[in-house]
Protein backbone atom coordinates (compact mmCIF):
# COMPACT_ATOMS: atom_id res chain seq x y z
CA UNK A 1 0.00 0.00 0.00
CA UNK A 2 2.35 2.30 0.82
CA UNK A 3 4.90 1.59 -2.32
CA UNK A 4 1.10 2.10 -4.61
CA UNK A 5 0.71 6.18 -2.48
CA UNK A 6 4.30 6.75 -3.58
CA UNK A 7 3.82 5.62 -6.81
CA UNK A 8 0.71 8.31 -7.11
CA UNK A 9 2.35 10.85 -5.68
CA UNK A 10 5.77 10.42 -8.20
CA UNK A 11 2.89 10.65 -10.76
CA UNK A 12 1.15 13.86 -9.55
CA UNK A 13 4.71 15.38 -9.19
CA UNK A 14 5.76 14.61 -12.76
CA UNK A 15 2.09 15.93 -13.86
CA UNK A 16 2.56 18.97 -12.21
CA UNK A 17 5.64 19.51 -13.34
CA UNK A 18 4.78 19.25 -17.17
CA UNK A 19 1.79 21.60 -16.00
CA UNK A 20 3.88 24.42 -14.91
CA UNK A 21 6.91 24.26 -17.58
CA UNK A 22 3.82 24.31 -20.23
CA UNK A 23 2.20 27.43 -18.51
CA UNK A 24 5.63 29.07 -18.21
CA UNK A 25 6.09 28.20 -21.82
CA UNK A 26 2.26 29.33 -23.17
CA UNK A 27 3.39 32.58 -21.20
CA UNK A 28 6.50 33.00 -22.96
CA UNK A 29 5.46 32.17 -26.31
CA UNK A 30 3.47 33.90 -29.49
CA UNK A 31 0.11 32.34 -30.60
CA UNK A 32 2.42 30.23 -33.42
CA UNK A 33 4.77 29.06 -30.95
CA UNK A 34 2.77 27.57 -28.41
CA UNK A 35 2.04 24.54 -30.26
CA UNK A 36 5.70 23.97 -30.74
CA UNK A 37 6.75 24.98 -26.82
CA UNK A 38 4.40 22.78 -25.50
CA UNK A 39 5.14 19.26 -26.76
CA UNK A 40 3.12 16.16 -27.29
CA UNK A 41 3.39 14.62 -24.06
CA UNK A 42 2.73 17.81 -22.41
CA UNK A 43 -0.07 18.52 -24.56
CA UNK A 44 -1.74 15.24 -23.91
CA UNK A 45 -1.10 15.26 -19.83
CA UNK A 46 -3.09 18.75 -19.52
CA UNK A 47 -5.59 17.92 -21.71
CA UNK A 48 -6.48 14.52 -19.76
CA UNK A 49 -5.63 16.62 -16.90
CA UNK A 50 -8.02 20.08 -17.61
CA UNK A 51 -11.04 18.46 -19.67
CA UNK A 52 -13.77 16.91 -19.27
CA UNK A 53 -17.17 18.35 -17.80
CA UNK A 54 -15.26 21.10 -16.18
CA UNK A 55 -13.43 22.61 -18.79
CA UNK A 56 -14.44 21.10 -22.27
CA UNK A 57 -13.55 23.37 -24.37
CA UNK A 58 -10.01 23.88 -22.48
CA UNK A 59 -9.59 20.54 -22.34
CA UNK A 60 -10.50 19.91 -26.31
CA UNK A 61 -7.80 22.54 -27.30
CA UNK A 62 -4.91 21.57 -25.23
CA UNK A 63 -5.56 17.94 -25.58
CA UNK A 64 -5.42 18.03 -29.36
CA UNK A 65 -2.22 19.73 -29.47
CA UNK A 66 0.26 17.91 -31.64
CA UNK A 67 3.28 20.04 -30.72
CA UNK A 68 6.75 20.03 -32.45
CA UNK A 69 7.55 21.73 -35.56
CA UNK A 70 4.30 21.04 -36.66
CA UNK A 71 2.61 22.70 -33.87
CA UNK A 72 4.37 25.57 -35.07
CA UNK A 73 2.66 25.29 -38.36
CA UNK A 74 -0.68 24.72 -37.57
CA UNK A 75 -0.60 27.78 -35.21
CA UNK A 76 0.43 29.86 -38.18
CA UNK A 77 -2.60 28.49 -39.93
CA UNK A 78 -4.63 29.26 -36.93
CA UNK A 79 -3.49 32.87 -36.65
CA UNK A 80 -4.71 33.36 -39.67
CA UNK A 81 -8.13 31.92 -39.65
CA UNK A 82 -8.68 33.73 -36.18
CA UNK A 83 -7.91 37.23 -37.60
CA UNK A 84 -10.90 36.88 -40.00
CA UNK A 85 -13.13 35.26 -37.72
CA UNK A 86 -12.12 38.84 -35.71
CA UNK A 87 -12.99 41.10 -38.80
CA UNK A 88 -15.98 38.95 -39.83
CA UNK A 89 -17.50 38.94 -36.23
CA UNK A 90 -16.55 42.33 -34.43
CA UNK A 91 -18.69 41.21 -31.23
CA UNK A 92 -17.44 37.94 -30.37
CA UNK A 93 -14.72 36.69 -28.05
CA UNK A 94 -11.72 34.79 -29.80
CA UNK A 95 -9.30 32.93 -27.85
CA UNK A 96 -5.57 31.55 -29.70
CA UNK A 97 -5.06 28.73 -27.62
CA UNK A 98 -2.00 26.38 -28.42
CA UNK A 99 -2.89 25.24 -32.06
CA UNK A 100 -6.52 25.80 -32.03
CA UNK A 101 -9.10 28.24 -31.54
CA UNK A 102 -11.74 29.02 -29.01
CA UNK A 103 -14.85 31.39 -30.38
CA UNK A 104 -17.24 32.62 -27.83
CA UNK A 105 -20.31 33.65 -28.89
CA UNK A 106 -22.71 35.46 -26.45
CA UNK A 107 -25.06 38.03 -26.69
CA UNK A 108 -22.89 40.93 -27.35
CA UNK A 109 -22.32 38.90 -30.68
CA UNK A 110 -25.70 38.58 -31.49
CA UNK A 111 -26.04 35.07 -31.40
CA UNK A 112 -28.72 34.40 -29.63
CA UNK A 113 -32.39 32.10 -29.63
CA UNK A 114 -35.82 32.20 -28.97
CA UNK A 115 -36.73 32.58 -25.24
CA UNK A 116 -36.85 29.02 -23.26
CA UNK A 117 -36.01 27.12 -27.11
CA UNK A 118 -33.84 26.45 -29.02
CA UNK A 119 -34.67 28.26 -32.18
CA UNK A 120 -32.27 30.80 -33.37
CA UNK A 121 -32.91 33.98 -33.77
CA UNK A 122 -32.91 35.84 -37.75
CA UNK A 123 -30.17 37.53 -36.55
CA UNK A 124 -28.12 34.34 -34.84
CA UNK A 125 -28.27 32.65 -38.44
CA UNK A 126 -27.02 36.08 -40.63
CA UNK A 127 -24.10 36.09 -37.97
CA UNK A 128 -23.47 32.77 -38.64
CA UNK A 129 -23.76 32.91 -41.87
CA UNK A 130 -20.24 35.07 -42.15
CA UNK A 131 -18.80 32.31 -39.92
CA UNK A 132 -19.70 29.44 -42.16
CA UNK A 133 -17.39 31.44 -44.94
CA UNK A 134 -14.46 31.79 -42.58
CA UNK A 135 -14.66 27.87 -41.80
CA UNK A 136 -15.09 26.84 -45.38
CA UNK A 137 -12.09 28.14 -46.32
CA UNK A 138 -10.31 25.60 -43.80
CA UNK A 139 -11.62 22.55 -44.36
CA UNK A 140 -8.69 20.68 -43.06
CA UNK A 141 -10.31 21.99 -39.52
CA UNK A 142 -12.84 19.67 -36.71
CA UNK A 143 -15.18 21.88 -34.33
CA UNK A 144 -16.89 21.24 -31.47
CA UNK A 145 -19.92 23.48 -30.81
CA UNK A 146 -20.61 23.61 -27.03
CA UNK A 147 -23.89 24.94 -25.75
CA UNK A 148 -24.28 26.90 -21.80
CA UNK A 149 -26.90 28.22 -20.33
CA UNK A 150 -27.30 30.60 -16.85
CA UNK A 151 -28.81 28.97 -14.19
CA UNK A 152 -32.63 29.82 -14.27
CA UNK A 153 -34.31 26.69 -14.27
CA UNK A 154 -33.41 23.25 -13.14
CA UNK A 155 -30.05 21.55 -13.86
CA UNK A 156 -31.48 18.65 -15.57
CA UNK A 157 -33.83 21.52 -17.79
CA UNK A 158 -30.63 23.19 -18.53
CA UNK A 159 -28.88 20.54 -19.34
CA UNK A 160 -31.00 19.71 -22.24
CA UNK A 161 -31.53 23.07 -22.99
CA UNK A 162 -27.94 23.34 -23.81
CA UNK A 163 -27.54 19.88 -26.05
CA UNK A 164 -30.48 21.04 -28.14
CA UNK A 165 -28.98 24.99 -28.40
CA UNK A 166 -25.65 23.10 -29.87
CA UNK A 167 -27.18 21.02 -32.11
CA UNK A 168 -29.18 23.49 -33.65
CA UNK A 169 -26.18 25.53 -34.29
CA UNK A 170 -24.16 22.44 -35.61
CA UNK A 171 -27.48 21.90 -37.90
CA UNK A 172 -27.20 25.10 -39.34
CA UNK A 173 -24.00 25.11 -40.09
CA UNK A 174 -24.33 21.68 -42.05
CA UNK A 175 -27.41 23.42 -43.65
CA UNK A 176 -25.17 25.68 -45.01
CA UNK A 177 -22.12 23.80 -46.70
CA UNK A 178 -19.95 22.77 -43.31
CA UNK A 179 -18.80 18.60 -43.54
CA UNK A 180 -20.90 17.21 -40.91
CA UNK A 181 -17.75 14.92 -40.30
CA UNK A 182 -16.06 17.83 -39.15
CA UNK A 183 -18.43 18.58 -36.89
CA UNK A 184 -19.74 17.51 -32.94
CA UNK A 185 -22.15 18.72 -30.41
CA UNK A 186 -22.08 18.81 -26.69
CA UNK A 187 -24.03 20.87 -24.05
CA UNK A 188 -22.80 21.57 -20.69
CA UNK A 189 -25.69 23.13 -19.28
CA UNK A 190 -25.00 25.50 -15.82
CA UNK A 191 -22.09 23.78 -15.26
CA UNK A 192 -19.49 26.38 -16.97
CA UNK A 193 -20.78 29.73 -16.13
CA UNK A 194 -18.35 32.73 -17.02
CA UNK A 195 -20.20 35.20 -14.84
CA UNK A 196 -22.13 35.65 -11.81
CA UNK A 197 -25.57 34.04 -12.46
CA UNK A 198 -26.96 36.53 -9.18
CA UNK A 199 -26.58 39.90 -12.03
CA UNK A 200 -28.86 40.24 -15.32
CA UNK A 201 -25.37 40.78 -17.09
CA UNK A 202 -23.65 37.85 -15.27
CA UNK A 203 -26.30 35.40 -17.20
CA UNK A 204 -25.80 37.27 -19.95
CA UNK A 205 -22.76 35.97 -20.32
CA UNK A 206 -23.48 32.31 -19.27
CA UNK A 207 -26.35 32.04 -22.04
CA UNK A 208 -23.52 31.31 -25.20
CA UNK A 209 -22.45 29.18 -27.34
CA UNK A 210 -18.77 28.49 -27.64
CA UNK A 211 -16.53 26.62 -30.58
CA UNK A 212 -13.15 24.79 -30.28
CA UNK A 213 -11.30 25.01 -33.45
CA UNK A 214 -8.71 22.50 -34.00
CA UNK A 215 -6.58 20.90 -36.56
CA UNK A 216 -7.71 17.30 -38.28
CA UNK A 217 -5.78 14.75 -39.67
CA UNK A 218 -5.42 16.49 -42.99
CA UNK A 219 -4.19 19.61 -41.53
CA UNK A 220 -1.24 17.65 -39.18
CA UNK A 221 -0.58 15.34 -41.81
CA UNK A 222 0.57 18.58 -44.06
CA UNK A 223 2.36 20.27 -41.43
CA UNK A 224 4.32 17.30 -40.38
CA UNK A 225 5.50 17.38 -43.92
CA UNK A 226 6.37 20.58 -43.69
CA UNK A 227 7.95 20.85 -40.87
CA UNK A 228 10.52 18.18 -42.01
CA UNK A 229 8.84 15.26 -39.54
CA UNK A 230 7.54 12.21 -39.99
Known sequence: MRMKNITILVLSLFISGIFLNSCKTIQNANS???G???GVAA???LGALIGGKDNRAAGALIGAAVGGGAGAVIGRQMDKQAEEIETVMPGAEVVRSEEGIQLILDENADVRFEFNSSDLTSAAQTNLDKLVDVFNKYPDTDI????????DGSETYNQTLSEKRAASVLSFL???GIANSRLRSVG???S???ASNDTKEGKAQNRRVEFTITANEDMINAAKEEAGEK
Open 32 to 34: SQK
Open 36 to 38: AGI
Open 43 to 45: GAA
Open 144 to 151: LVIGHTDS
Open 174 to 176: TSN
Open 188 to 190: MGE
Open 192 to 194: EPR
